[in-house]
C-alpha cells in the first residue's frame, strides 16, 4: 500500500491564481482531512469528510473547497491564491473517527503565494 | 474549545539521555483522547503514542512512556534512551470522544527535540 500520497510536493503560485492539491489513500479508509501547518504552528483542520459525497468545515475553511466523488480521492482547490495561504498542507485519512482509528498522513505539499 | 499548549518550543538531549516533553490542554469534556505526534525533517507526521482519558495506567510504547495527569489536565511524554532518530518536532494532540459527530484533532504548536551526539 502507498497509503496517503499528495500532489504536488512544491509549488509556487502568484496572488489571484488558482491551484488543486490533489490527495489518494489505498487503504479504503472512509475519513478524510486536509490541514494546514503555518511555520512555528500546529495542524489546523481546514475541510474533512467522512464518505464520498459528504464534506465539512473545519476551524479554517475559508478560502478553499474540497470535494469527494470517490472513497479514494479527496481534492483540496484554492480559487483566489492569498499570501495567507502559503503554508504547508497535509492531507490525511482514517478507517474511522476515535482513537483506535489513527490518522495516516501524506508527505505534505509545501504552497508559496507571492 | 478546547487548546492545547506544550510550553517548550526547543529542547535538546543527549543520546541515551532521557527527556521529557510537556503539554497542557485545557477541556470541559470527560472522555476524550490524547496524542502525541512526531514530525522529522522529512515533514511526515508519525504517530507516536495515544492516551485515553478514562484509562488510569499511562501508556508505553517501547522507549515512550506518557505521564498523564488528569485532574491537573496534563500530558507529558518521556523519551528514555533518546536516539539521534528522535530528532523532530513533536506535536501533542486532543480529540474529544467520538459521539457520532464530528470530533476532531486539535494541535499544540509543537516542541523541537534535537538529540546530540
Known amino acids: 500500500n502507498a497509503g496517503v500520497t499528495q500532489t504536488p510536493k512544491f509549488r509556487i503560485l502568484k496572488i489571484g491564481q488558482s491551484m488543486t492539491l490533489q490527495c489518494t489513500q489505498d487503504?479504503?479508509?472512509?475519513?478524510m482531512y486536509w490541514y494546514r501547518q503555518d511555520p512555528g504552528m500546529g495542524l489546523k483542520l481546514i475541510y474533512y469528510?467522512?464518505?464520498?459525497?459528504?464534506?465539512d468545515k473545519g476551524e479554517v475553511p475559508n478560502g478553499y473547497n474540497v470535494s469527494r466523488s470517490t472513497t479514494e480521492d479527496f481534492p483540496l482547490r484554492l480559487e483566489l491564491a492569498a499570501p495567507s495561504q502559503t503554508s504547508v498542507y497535509f492531507c490525511?485519512?482514517?478507517?474511522?473517527?476515535?482513537?483506535?482509528?489513527?490518522?495516516?498522513f501524506g508527505p505534505g505539499t509545501r504552497l508559496t503565494v507571492l | 474549545a478546547q487548546t492545547v499548549t506544550q510550553s517548550q518550543p526547543e529542547m535538546s538531549v543527549q543520546e541515551a539521555e532521557t527527556v521529557t516533553l510537556s503539554c497542557t490542554y485545557d477541556?470541559?469534556?470527560?472522555?476524550?483522547?490524547l496524542f502525541w505526534y512526531k514530525q522529522p525533517p522529512s515533514r511526515q507526521m508519525i504517530l507516536v503514542i495515544r492516551?485515553?482519558?478514562?484509562?488510569?495506567q499511562n501508556a508505553t510504547e517501547n522507549r515512550f512512556s506518557v505521564n498523564f495527569q488528569k485532574a491537573a489536565k496534563s500530558f507529558s511524554l518521556k523519551i528514555s534512551d533518546s536516539q539521534l532518530g528522535d530528532t523532530a518536532m513533536y506535536f501533542c494532540?486532543?480529540?474529544?470522544?467520538?459521539?457520532?459527530?464530528?470530533?476532531?484533532?486539535?494541535f499544540g504548536k509543537g516542541t523541537k527535540l534535537t538529540v546530540n551526539p
Open positions: 490525511a485519512s482514517s478507517l474511522g473517527q476515535g482513537v483506535e482509528h489513527e490518522q495516516f
Open positions: 487503504m479504503n479508509h472512509n475519513y
Open positions: 469528510s467522512v464518505g464520498a459525497g459528504i464534506t
Open positions: 477541556t470541559s469534556e470527560n472522555n476524550y483522547y
Open positions: 492516551q485515553e482519558a478514562y484509562k488510569q
Open positions: 494532540a486532543f480529540m474529544k470522544q467520538w459521539q457520532g459527530g464530528s470530533e476532531k484533532l486539535v
